[in-house]
């Protein structure tokens, strides 16, 4: 099992930053991808960005891309999504998420199936 826990969301105003950080423990013995979903009010969840167990692999939804920034540390075992430039639209609440057991240069997929681990979610907020 892999726990993950976020932090660093809250309200900031259109066009400020945020930095999200999710910190995973438990079996992270293994290589394993990790990334962030996002979903609004009403909305289904959505793929927002993920990067490989080597670091050298990143993907981003078209919606952020430029703006965002997906980072990983391996030794903390943690996961960091810089967010610049936000809109009202960039409103929900952000996971973090893990597939286990990949390899080092491998991405999953942007469907929320592709991730078999899942954190508790932090909001952001971004007022116009």
């Known amino acids: 099992q892999v726990q993950l826990v976020e932090s660093g969301g809250g309200l900031v105003q259109a066009g400020g930053s945020l930095r999200l950080s999710c910190a995973a423990s438990?079996?992270?013995?293994?290589?394993?991808?990790m990334g962030w979903f996002r979903q609004a009010p009403g909305k289904e969840r959505e793929f927002v960005a993920a990067i490989s167990w080597s670091g050298a692999v990143t993907r981003y939804a078209d919606s952020v891309k430029g703006r965002f920034t997906i980072s990983r540390d391996n030794a903390k075992n943690t996961v960091n999504l810089q967010m610049n430039s936000l809109k009202p639209e960039d409103t929900a609440v952000y996971y973090c998420?893990?597939?286990?057991?990949?390899?080092?240069?491998?991405?999953?997929?942007?469907?929320?199936?592709?991730?078999?681990?899942w954190g508790q979610g932090t909001q952001v907020t971004v007022s116009s």
């Open positions: 438990g079996r992270t013995s293994s290589s394993y991808a």
């Open positions: 998420v893990v597939r286990s057991t990949v390899g080092p240069w491998v991405l999953p997929g942007t469907r929320p199936s592709d991730y078999n681990y």
